[in-house]
């Protein structure tokens, strides 16, 4: 079972820069779409906080798989512009992925308590200052937990790149080893696992990092997951 093993990495591993790659760009696009939904949604004026809302529920209630088809098949049909097959992908994990990230922007600003709006406007900060240097840097703390999850739920979707050809850990996996090696579908596929894992754990690491910074940032004390568990398994919460 395993005399391919060393031939089975080497293929997988040429899928891992765009994997990678789709996985960076889609996590920088989301940032970017998540807080400007997400704020958008908390906008005092009705008509942005319409426009929020409607990306929002748009690309966060349709299937990501009929996202991707429109926006690479069906789109330059319209435009008379193809986007190459990685940036199309790209395209569709940050649209997708900030609209669930737009809610943990919304309720994690939501969060903050009022007093610390009020003691805001009592130093006579504008809005942008009240948000930039009081709500939003304490919103972090809040945020960066489920925006690990968010993350990796992205990383996971960039397998579906493959459908539009991309040669990513998947598609080198199916359509390169699993078609000549049928035999060894159970090894191909507990690579590609693998290889999965490991970036997943380190999106996790550099989001813990982040935690604590942010948390220090603010005088907190961020909770170790060891404790979390050990508080819910002891019946605080």
């Known amino acids: 079972m395993f005399e391919n093993f060393s031939h089975f990495l080497s293929v997988l591993l040429q899928g891992v820069p765009p994997t990678v790659i789709a996985t960076l760009c889609g996590i920088a696009l989301c940032i970017v779409l998540s807080f400007t939904a997400g704020l958008g949604m908390l906008a005092p004026w009705r008509w942005v906080r319409v426009v929020a809302r409607s990306y929002v529920e748009v690309w966060r209630g349709t299937s990501e798989v009929v996202q991707l088809f429109w926006i690479f098949f069906a789109l330059p049909l319209l435009v008379g512009f193809e986007l190459l097959p990685l940036w199309a992908g790209v395209l569709v994990l940050g649209l997708n992925h900030g609209a669930y990230g737009g809610e943990i922007v919304r309720g994690a600003v939501q969060a903050v308590p009022k007093e610390q709006y009020e003691c805001a406007v009592a130093l006579s900060f504008s809005r942008v200052q009240r948000m930039r240097r009081v ?103």
Request: glycine share 6%.
């Open 135 to 237: 709500i939003l840097p304490q919103a972090a703390v809040e945020m960066i937990p489920p925006f690990n999850n968010l993350f990796i739920q992205l990383l996971k979707s960039s397998a579906l790149l493959s459908l539009i050809f991309v040669h990513d850990i998947t598609y080198q996996g199916r359509e390169v080893l699993e078609s000549n090696f049928t035999g060894q579908t159970a090894l191909i596929y507990l690579l590609m696992l693998a290889l999965y894992l490991v970036l997943a754990v380190l999106i996790t690491i550099v989001m813990r990092v982040l935690e604590r910074r942010a948390a220090a940032a603010v005088g907190r004390e961020p909770v170790e997951p060891s404790k979390e568990l050990g508080r819910v398994e002891g019946g605080a919460i």
